[in-house]
T-cell receptor, first 111, second 115 residues
Framework: DAKTTQPPSMDCAEGRAANLPCNHSTISGNEYVYWYRQIHSQGPQYIIHGLKNNETNEMASLIITEDRKSSTLILPHATLRDTAVYYCIVRVPNRDDKIIFGKGTRLHILP | NAGVMQNPRHLVRRRGQEARLRCSPVKGHSHVYWYRQLPEEGLKFMVYLQKENIIDESGMPKERFSAEFPKEGPSILRIQQVVRGDSAAYFC?????????????FGNGTRLTVT
C-alpha cells in the first residue's frame, strides 16, 4: 500500500504557482520522496525527488519539512499542459524497490 | 518518457490468443518493471526483473502471465489465452540500479484491447 496521503483533486489558475501537498508521516530516515505525474494516456513522468534537502530542477521544486513528515511539490508557473495526476511516492532504497502508486492528486489548470 | 521504448503502442487480440508486449529499457539500465493500468484505475505493479532474473513478481497473476528480461534483447511480457479483462494499458519502466536515488523512467505503454 502507498505510504502517502494526497488530496484527490486540486485546481490552479494558469500562470500561478501550483502547490501540491503530500503527507508521509511514517517515512523512514533513508526513504526518498519522489514525485511523478501522468498526463492522460501517457506513461508516468518523473518530476523530482529528494531525501532531506529542498530540491529544484527545470520542472519543479520540492520542499520537504524538517521532520520529513510532509512535502510540497511546486510548479512555479502552471500551464494547461500541467493538467495531470500527480503522485507522491516514498521509496525504500533496498533490493526490492518497486514503486507503489497511490491515487495521486488530479490537478486541473484553469484558463 | 524518451528512452524507454515499448511496442507495439496498440495491440488488438481476440479472446484466447496470445499477447506479447516488448520493452527496451534506457541504454545501460539493467532493471525493468512492468505495471498495468485498467481503464479509469491506478497503476498496479506487476513484476520487477533484472537481467535474466525475476526479482519480484508479487503483482503478476499466477496464470497466463509471464515475463522475461534476457541477457540480450528487450523485456517481454507475455499473456496467454487473453480474456476481455486483460484489456488495459501496460507500462514498462527501467532504472540503472537499486537504491532510492535512481528514478524509474517509464515508456508510453502498450494499450491492449481484447475483443
Amino acid at each position: 500500500d502507498a505510504k502517502t496521503t494526497q488530496p484527490p483533486s486540486m485546481d490552479c489558475a494558469e500562470g500561478r504557482a501550483a502547490n501540491l501537498p503530500c503527507n508521509h508521516s511514517t517515512i523512514s530516515g533513508n526513504e526518498y520522496v519522489y514525485w511523478y505525474r501522468q498526463i492522460h494516456s501517457q506513461g508516468p513522468q518523473y518530476i523530482i525527488h529528494g531525501l532531506k534537502n529542498n530540491e529544484t530542477n527545470e520542472m519543479a521544486s520540492l520542499i520537504i519539512t524538517e521532520d520529513r513528515k510532509s512535502s510540497t511539490l511546486i510548479l512555479p508557473h502552471a500551464t494547461l499542459r500541467d493538467t495531470a495526476v500527480y503522485y507522491c511516492i516514498v521509496r525504500v532504497p533496498n533490493r526490492d524497490d518497486k514503486i507503489i502508486f497511490g491515487k495521486g492528486t488530479r490537478l486541473h489548470i484553469l484558463p | 518518457n524518451a528512452g524507454v521504448m515499448q511496442n507495439p503502442r496498440h495491440l488488438v487480440r481476440r479472446r484466447g490468443q496470445e499477447a506479447r508486449l516488448r520493452c527496451s529499457p534506457v541504454k545501460g539500465h539493467s532493471h525493468v518493471y512492468w505495471y498495468r493500468q485498467l481503464p479509469e484505475e491506478g497503476l498496479k505493479f506487476m513484476v520487477y526483473l533484472q537481467k535474466e532474473n525475476i526479482i519480484d513478481e508479487s503483482g503478476m497473476p499466477k496464470e497466463r502471465f509471464s515475463a522475461e528480461f534476457p541477457k540480450e534483447g528487450p523485456s517481454i511480457l507475455r499473456i496467454q489465452q487473453v480474456v476481455r479483462g486483460d484489456s488495459a494499458a501496460y507500462f514498462c519502466a527501467s532504472s540503472p540500479g537499486t537504491g532510492g536515488s535512481s528514478p524509474l523512467h517509464f515508456g508510453n505503454g502498450t494499450r491492449l484491447t481484447v475483443t
